[in-house]
């Protein structure tokens, strides 16, 4: 491939054109996407300005090799050791030029000189002094010695080029040509690898404080540089931690689109001021500070009050704080300025629309569509009003006709009188229908599961164990207020699993037991025992006992039943006051105590404890008034009013079409 294929140019000693063509081609072959086609490219560049600073014949840079071979010969051959550099030296006879004034030093005279090996020509006659014989000497020119180095010459390009761009920005009617700013970036400070990052921060910069550019020429910026990118990954610019992030100024200006030419006709007129209010005006409208973005516009207004622009968002302004004759007197003056654009007409008849004015929207309407025909929006408007003033058939007829162009293929058949109830049942109503039909089903589903968990966490008062429902539906009771006896019985936690040992046992190997899990109770309803677990200790006389036992019945195992008929069987063989040799028994006879010696017990002592147990608790049910329930209940109520309204207003609507 030759310099100018890679360059995309043909052949040419245009230094300007070179220059362009290599900023294209550098677009193409990025140094970090493509680095080996960013070296060619390089190199290519390079031939290209030598071949044209020279003025070479195009035709010797036809491929790759040429041009490397033909920079190669510009340099200068290196100096070989045996050679040696001296000092241009004038040769001369002293007796050839006489000088009659010799007081001043005569120049230095050396005899004849030849070069040559005196070897290779031998002389026979040598009486003679022999010539003195020097080496081979080539004159040569020391290079030139870089006046500045080149770190600094490239911030002082980069220092010249920000100047520039200040000064086309001060300059307003070149700030707004898209065509200045291209030229300006067009330049090699700009494209140059090494001055490239730094142009684009510095410019980024100075845009900061000189912000208020055309939307064409934002975007010819983002473009070369691409700064929303390098924003929105910088902290620096991040909104969240920065109130004043020139982000969002700069992602609002790539899209605004506001006008800057009405603004060249303007004298003595603070342009910046103007259009920072202008740009303030329109973001407090757009998050619905109306009075704020009032305040902005009037500013602005007071200043220049005839961009168009601002009599736009001005006339919204207006319309948003329904004071309507005021919005429509700035779209009649943004008509006067603007008569041949549709702006102005468009907004006043939205405005004659929103108040209801039928018969002066339809002749706005016919007014739009003679000089722009193709305006659907105004064409339906033009059809809501016919409708509107009594007159069916000629907005009916407009509708088809719109339909037609739309669906060619419909055609004007009219709809049989069997078949217009389905304009009743079009897909919106079917669609607010079922959305509020679920979402009444799923708010009456949520509130009986609601209601049955509030029910769970009532207890229901029981005075006899006969009631088999009470364990097999595990319902929340509350006991009658009993006297419990206390056991020297305790649930441990032991090799992670639970056991029941006795406690005064267990306390003395504290180290691996701990703690009792539950403290175990023996108390009697009508007669009949039941066994009480409670994780902390209860009060033992029902006098003391403030609140009745509130908890869930279970079937007895038989470890619990062993555990309470053992410390019963120890307690009844050693009183009470002898807690030390009842402790030393039962460490004694610990091994051969099991369930063998449970069955020996008389089964009217241990039946009774393997039936029932009581354990004391809160409701295990959570209550259903929390977070995740006020949210569903909100969710549901709000897509059941949202699925009526789609209904009830799409019938309406339908309802006065016809």
């Not at 007081?103 to 003195?132: G, H, Q, T």
């Amino acid at each position: 491939m030759t310099i100018w294929e890679r360059l995309g140019l043909p052949p040419t000693t245009d230094m300007k054109a070179i220059k362009r063509a290599y900023a294209r081609q550098l677009k193409v072959y990025h140094p970090e996407d493509d680095p080996a086609g960013y070296q060619a490219l390089r190199e290519a560049f390079d031939a290209a300005v030598g071949y044209a600073k020279k003025g070479a014949p195009l035709e010797t840079a036809q491929n790759d090799e040429d041009w490397v071979n033909a920079e190669m010969e510009t340099e200068t051959e290196p100096t070989r050791e045996t050679d040696l550099v001296l000092p241009r030296i004038r040769l001369m006879n002293p007796e050839a030029y006489p000088e009659p004034n010799s007081n001043r030093e005569p120049d230095l005279v050396l005899p004849k000189i030849r070069l040559m090996n005196p070897e290779a020509y031998p002389e026979p006659n040598s009486n003679r002094e022999p010539d003195l014989v020097l080496p081979k000497i080539r004159v040569m020119e020391m290079p030139p010695v870089a006046e500045t180095d080149p770190a600094e010459a490239n911030l002082r390009a980069v220092a010249e080029w920000i100047d520039r761009a200040a000064a086309l920005y001060d300059d307003f009617p070149a700030r707004i040509s898209a065509v200045k700013w291209e030229e300006l970036l067009h330049s090699e400070t700009v494209w140059n690898l090494d001055t490239a990052p730094v142009v684009s921060a510095q410019l980024l910069s100075l845009l900061q404080t000189r912000r208020y550019l055309p939307t064409e020429v934002w975007q010819i910026l983002e473009k070369s540089f691409g700064w929303l990118r390098i924003m929105e990954a910088s902290d620096e610019y991040d909104p969240d931690l920065h109130a004043d992030s020139f982000l969002l100024f700069y992602q609002r200006q790539l899209q605004s689109g506001f006008r800057f030419d009405s603004l060249l006709r303007t004298e003595n007129v603070e342009i910046d001021r103007f259009l920072e209010l202008r740009d303030l005006g329109h973001q407090a409208l757009v998050m619905d500070h109306i009075p704020q973005a009032e305040q902005y516009l009037q500013s602005a207004y007071a200043l220049f009050a005839d961009d168009p622009d601002l009599l736009r968002l001005l006339g919204e302004c207006c319309f948003r704080k329904n004071y309507y004759k005021k919005a429509l007197d700035y779209f009649n003056r943004l008509i006067e300025i603007m008569p041949d654009e549709i702006d102005g007409y468009w907004y006043r008849a939205k405005l004659l629309h929103y108040k209801r004015d039928y018969a002066p929207l339809l002749e706005e309407c016919k007014s739009i569509l003679a000089r722009w025909p193709d305006h659907e929006q105004a064409r339906l408007l033009m059809a809501h009003a016919f409708l509107a003033l009594g007159k069916k058939v000629e907005g009916i007829s407009l509708v088809q006709r719109m339909a037609e162009v739309h669906h060619p293929a419909s055609g004007t058949q009219s709809i049989p009188n069997r078949t217009k109830w389905r304009r009743f049942v079009n897909r919106k109503i079917v669609t607010g229908f079922v959305l509020a039909l679920t979402a009444h089903l799923l708010l009456i589903g949520l509130l009986i599961s609601s209601w049955n968990t509030a029910n769970a966490r009532i207890p229901i008062s029981v005075k006899d164990l006969q009631a088999p429902n009470l364990i097999s539906e595990q319902r929340y009771v509350e006991l009658p207020n009993l006297d419990l006896k206390k056991l020297e019985v305790g649930e441990y936690v032991l090799n992670e699993q639970r056991v029941f040992e006795y406690k005064p046992y267990a306390f003395l190997r504290f180290d691996q037991y701990g703690d009792p899990e539950r403290y175990i109770y023996l108390g009697e309803i009508s007669g009949m025992p039941i066994i009480f677990l409670s994780e902390t200790p209860l009060e033992l006389a029902k006098e003391k006992r403030k609140t009745p036992l509130r908890g869930y019945l279970y079937p007895s195992n038989p470890e619990l039943g062993l555990a309470v008929a053992q410390s019963l069987q120890w307690e009844s063989l050693y009183s009470s006051d002898d807690a030390i040799g009842r402790l030393a028994a039962y460490s004694r006879s610990l091994n051969n105590l099991d369930a063998k010696a449970a069955e020996e017990l008389a089964p009217s002592e241990l039946a009774p404890f393997v039936e029932t147990y009581f354990e004391v608790r809160g409701p295990i049910v959570e209550t259903p008034y929390n977070r995740q329930f006020v949210f569903q209940l909100g969710i549901l109520v709000f897509l059941g009013i949202l699925g009526v309204y789609k209904t009830v207003f799409e019938y309406i609507r339908i309802r006065r079409i016809r």
